[in-house]
């Protein structure tokens, strides 16, 4: 069992910077590939982010590439969102997931609460 828990959200304004974090607690953390996802009311949730277990390769959706990064600290079981050049459209519920072993958005194991992010323009 793996339970995780997101911190960092709240409000910025267009052009500026937030840091998400998602702590995790269980076993055997640094065997999970890990993503962030992101969900605005009455749409569906849309895949953001991930990095492999291992920590060597990141996956980016095509709307933050190059605005967004993600990282992991595996001695902290934490997982990282860098968010700049913030847009209004990045406004959502931002999701930690996690995956055992190497990462695919076939099978998400487990989901943390979310955090809300606001972006004003």
């Known amino acids: 069992q793996v339970t995780l828990v997101e911190s960092g959200g709240g409000s910025a304004q267009a052009g500026g910077s937030l840091r998400l974090s998602c702590t995790a607690s269980?076993?055997?953390?640094?065997?999970?590939?890990m993503a962030w996802y992101r969900q605005v009311p009455g749409q569906e949730r849309e895949f953001v982010v991930a990095?492999?277990?291992?920590?060597?390769?990141?996956f980016y959706a095509a709307t933050v590439k190059g605005r967004f990064t993600i990282s992991r600290d595996t001695s902290k079981n934490t997982l990282y969102l860098q968010m700049n050049s913030l847009k209004s459209e990045d406004t959502a519920v931002y999701y930690c997931?996690?995956?055992?072993?190497?990462?695919?958005?076939?099978?998400?194991?487990?989901w943390g609460q979310g955090t809300q992010v606001t972006v004003s323009s």
């Open positions: 990095i492999d277990w291992r920590g060597e390769t990141a």
């Open positions: 997931a996690a995956r055992w072993g190497d990462w695919s958005p076939d099978r998400i194991d487990y």
């Open positions: 269980g076993r055997a953390f640094s065997s999970y590939s």
